[in-house]
């Protein structure tokens, strides 16, 4: 089944299901005349707070949220606030877990079943949709119905971050400037700060990510929250090679919720750079076994390979593609890592085809490297630099620092003869990060001693 048939496999089946739902609602007995809902336990009232902030929940809560809200929706059907709630909960269960089918279409039919129940004005549910959208990687609906939220309720700045994750993969640059400078007048607070500093990192500017990320993680009311902007924080620190510092925040972030297993990945990142290969391997096998993402997958494969390991390589390699069809039957579309995995590892022409699409759709600047790359390895150069050089435009929404976008870039150059730009963005490479890929660092290194020594009469930048 190729990628759209089962895109509308997926969406037939939530609409089934929704229709199937909504016939539920009106064969069911008028509700119970009793009352506002119980108040939830204090785990359920911390989840149901956090979900409907947008602020990372911890699994425990999100576990006591959902069999809370099932149980009162199951006496109070039409409670609109409540269908939002637990597909809000789902929409994070499934992030938190990497189970996108065993949540997202559950998230789906909840969320549809509020505006269903409640059609106008319902910013909860507009607000769900637009983070499942974003969760699967479907940047124009995730804008849409951030849209939708903001049109329902204007005042309403936790549609914000939403609207910014969309634009930016969409590659709507202004857009995202302009969605932030709003959310900092209507909004405040650790979320805020956190969003903003995701904002500054794709502008280049890593010190204000920095900061705002340090009054994230001070201003922090709960340790999922907590845990969540101590990984971007060690995520920041890795991507300017700071390894001691990205390894701090990371082990931080597991002590403070040992589900956090994007921070587990990130120490296996930071421990391969390091040379602790076992302890490196051990935390990537944490991460992928109890959040099964096919990134994770492609980074151990990688990191196997780097050591000679083919056979294991391979198997994260297969381990990738089954995560990858997994994902797809909950809707999320996985097309990025995909065509990455193929452009070094499998069909670079298929990979080009797969990116191609998704820059038609959602042309954000991780798809315009990655399929720059992929347009490399198939010997498609020309148009490869016309990708690359965009990334590292910031005129064109590249202002971010980034190794391997570099990496790319100076790579293409060699390829067609432009040693002193290919000298100057192959070492720029080494410069944000000297350690970003096992298997990448080695091959700038080779490529900058073919390159040679810079020439007296070549101009070289300040």
Not at 14 to 36: H, I, Q
Not at 190 to 202: G, L, N, Q, S, T
Not at 204 to 230: K, Y
Request: with cysteine; hydrophobic share 40%.
């Amino acid at each position: 089944m190729d990628k759209r048939a089962q895109r509308t496999w997926v969406l037939t089946g939530s609409l089934v299901g929704c229709l199937a739902l909504g016939g539920t609602l009106m064969l069911l007995p008028p509700e119970r005349p009793a009352g506002p809902p119980p108040a939830p336990g204090p785990a359920a009232a911390h989840a149901r707070t956090a979900v409907t902030t947008g602020v990372p929940a911890a699994l425990p809560d999100l576990a006591a949220l959902i069999g809370e809200r099932q149980a009162h929706l199951r006496d109070h059907p039409k409670d609109a606030r409540s269908w939002a709630v637990l597909g809000a909960a789902y929409v994070e269960q499934g992030r938190r877990t990497g189970s996108a089918a065993a949540h997202y279409p559950k998230a789906e039919q909840a969320l549809r079943t509020s505006l269903k129940v409640r059609p106008r004005g319902n910013a909860e549910a507009l607000d769900g949709m637009a983070a499942l959208a974003n969760a699967r990687r479907d940047y124009p609906a995730a804008r849409t119905w951030a849209q939708a939220a903001l049109r329902a309720d204007g005042a309403r700045w936790t549609s914000y971050p939403l609207l910014i994750d969309a634009c930016a993969g969409l590659g709507d640059h202004q857009a995202v400037g302009r969605a932030l400078d709003r959310m900092l007048r209507l909004g405040s607070g650790p979320r805020v700060r956190a969003w903003a500093a995701a904002v500054y990192r794709d502008q280049g500017r890593r010190e204000d990510a920095a900061a705002a990320l340090a009054d994230a993680v001070a201003g922090a009311r709960a340790p999922a929250e907590r845990a969540a902007w101590l990984e971007r924080a060690g995520q920041l620190a890795w991507e300017r090679g700071d390894r001691e510092v990205a390894l701090r925040y990371f082990q931080e972030a597991v002590r403070t919720d040992p589900d956090q297993r994007a921070a587990q990945a990130g120490q296996g990142r930071v421990l391969a750079a390091l040379g602790r290969t076992s302890e490196a391997l051990s935390a990537y096998r944490i991460a992928l076994a109890k959040q099964p993402l096919p990134q994770y997958a492609l980074e151990l494969g990688e990191l196997y390979e780097s050591l000679g390991l083919g056979h294991a390589a391979r198997v994260q390699y297969d381990l990738l593609r089954e995560r990858v069809r997994d994902a797809a039957a909950g809707g999320v579309d996985e097309s990025l890592v995909l065509g990455r995995f193929e452009a070094d590892h499998g069909d670079p022409e298929a990979a080009v085809r797969r990116l191609r699409s998704e820059w038609e759709r959602q042309p954000g600047m991780a798809v315009a490297d990655a399929l720059g790359w992929a347009l490399h390895r198939a010997g498609e150069h020309e148009e490869a630099l016309w990708f690359a050089r965009r990334t590292m435009d910031p005129e064109r929404g590249g202002g971010v620092r980034s190794a391997p976008y570099a990496f790319h870039l100076g790579m293409i150059e060699k390829e067609l003869g432009q040693d002193g730009p290919a000298r100057r963005h192959l070492s720029e490479a080494l410069r944000i990060n000297p350690y970003f890929s096992p298997l990448l660092v080695p091959q700038a290194r080779e490529a900058l001693e073919e390159l040679g020594e810079v020439p007296e009469d070549e101009d070289v930048p300040e």
